[in-house]
């Protein structure tokens, strides 16, 4: 039983994490080419430059990525959410994404994996597979991956600070076809203004 004031989260005990960036991860092999939603994405370590991705081990874009190693994880505005959408509910397996949702990807990448041009996304990882873990879990396999290049719209991004959160409106999944985005920009105090009030 959960303490005074809070509820049972139950089976979707995920949402207690949520509403986290929605990316869309890209992938080519043997010619074919495919996109999935992605909201489990995250950093891994600095040093390496490393990634982590849980991704649905019988999604089609995971496929393609334990075949050919290279992916690209592409960042889009809150104004994309009905392209995340459908690219999240969708098997490439079944019909061509790219024509179906009007995507197109460009391959002017640093390990000519694919990443999207078409919706423009604000930022891009390019990511070479290092380890696949598949026995960790049921239904997703643990993508760790290098990460090759890193790029961001340079309108919205400074290399000091990240996004520029006053203009940047990234597409964050909720639940569901629930989506929000950042609002507003909060500045924690500096440790020495805290040590100041002990």
Do not use: C
């Not at 889009?76 to 459908?86: A, C, P, Q």
């Amino acid at each position: 039983m959960p303490p005074r004031g809070y509820i049972d989260a139950g089976d979707k005990w995920y949402y207690v994490l949520h509403p986290r960036p929605a990316y869309i991860v890209v992938s080519e092999h043997n010619g074919k080419v495919n996109f999935m939603a992605a909201s489990w994405v995250m950093p891994f370590s600095e040093d390496p430059a490393r990634i982590v991705a849980s991704l649905e081990k019988e999604a089609y874009t995971t496929t393609l990525i334990r075949g050919s190693g290279l992916f690209t994880v592409n960042v889009l505005g809150v104004e994309n959410i009905d392209f995340i959408y459908g690219a999240g509910t969708t098997s490439g397996r079944r019909v061509d994404k790219l024509r179906l949702l009007g995507a197109e990807v460009a391959k002017d990448t640093v390990t000519g994996a694919p990443r999207l041009s078409q919706p423009k996304p604000i930022g891009v990882i390019e990511a070479r597979v290092y380890r696949v873990i598949g026995d960790a879990a049921e239904d997703v396999d643990l993508v760790i991956a290098d990460v090759v290049a890193a790029y961001a719209d340079e309108s919205l991004f400074n290399t000091r600070y990240g996004w520029e959160l006053r203009k940047t409106r990234i597409a964050m999944h909720s639940a569901g076809r629930a989506f929000t985005t950042n609002s507003g920009l909060y500045v924690a105090r500096r440790k020495g203004e805290l040590n100041a009030r002990l």
